[in-house]
């Protein structure tokens, strides 16, 4: 008999072949001897293994067994996700968050000590006729200094001129004396 | 604002008059870094606290008086009034603990300055 045919009455008696084909093998092993010593061959053998199969037994109770294959089952899912490619923006947040801590920090810092520091003003003056004023600052003390001289007199850094034979030319003293 | 405004000699005799004290060092630094005169005597001291948008004379000699307007902010508008006149107007920022420093020629190659500065938030200790 060939091999697909010894197949198919194997398949016939697993119950695996199709309703319509397995009526067909059925009818056909009815009428074939050969077909029909080999199906009862199979079908004892079947049987001899069914009721001779040895049982497996565990060391472990049913309880710690499928813990252990519930443990693996969860290590394995861990080791799966540590692995798993991390996308660019998951990487890019790691760092953007810190630095846009910092850089609202900065900002928050700029605005604040613009607002601690007073503005600074034009200085505005105004003189007497005949008279002129010089301003200049001395930034190693901070210091604001207006010289106020007579616009014909000489530059305040030269000796003043000697006094002169008509004593109204010197202005009076500023200071009480 | 609490104002000081100290009325300085400046000269080259060792000895000044009777009225005269030693000047604040800070002030006598600057003076003495800025101008020729070897010698510097302070002659008068006037304090005065002034409210924002007002203005205080302060009798810096019998011929110098200085009219000082707080314009808030640390500005203020000082007006030197000599014999009667209004010599020299200005606005400025007074900024604690530095000086203005107001100045011009004096008799016998001497020169007068008129310090001011602000206290901030603290008075100021008239000497």
Known sequence: ?177 | MNLEARLVWGTNDEQGGPNCKPVDPELAATLHRTFKWSHYFEITNQVAAIPEKQSRDLRMSQRCTLRVKNLGGSRVEINCIGQGKEVHKGAYTLTPPSWLVLGGNDTNNTAWFIGLRTGGGRAITKN
């Open chain 1, 1 to 177: 008999m060939k091999n697909d045919l010894q197949l198919k009455v194997q398949s016939w008696l697993d119950g695996e072949l199709p309703e319509r084909e397995a009526r067909q093998v059925g009818e056909w092993i009815a009428r074939d001897a050969e077909a029909s010593a080999l199906a009862a061959e199979l079908g004892s053998v079947n049987q001899a293994m069914l009721r001779n199969e040895a049982g497996v037994t565990l060391s472990d109770s049913r309880e710690f067994y499928w813990s252990k294959i519930e443990l693996q089952i969860q290590r394995e899912a861990e080791r799966n996700r540590v692995h798993a490619p991390v996308p660019w923006y998951a990487r890019w947040r790691k760092f953007m968050g810190p630095a846009l801590g910092v850089a609202a920090l900065a900002c928050v810092m700029i605005v604040a000590i613009r607002q601690a520091v007073p503005p600074t003003y034009d200085e505005i003056s105004a003189t007497i006729d005949g008279m002129e004023a010089v301003t200049f600052h001395d930034q190693s003390s901070q210091t604001t200094i207006i010289w106020l001289q007579d616009s014909t007199q000489a530059p305040m850094d030269q000796k003043p001129a000697l006094p002169s034979a008509q004593p109204q030319d010197e202005p009076e003293s500023v200071i009480d004396m």
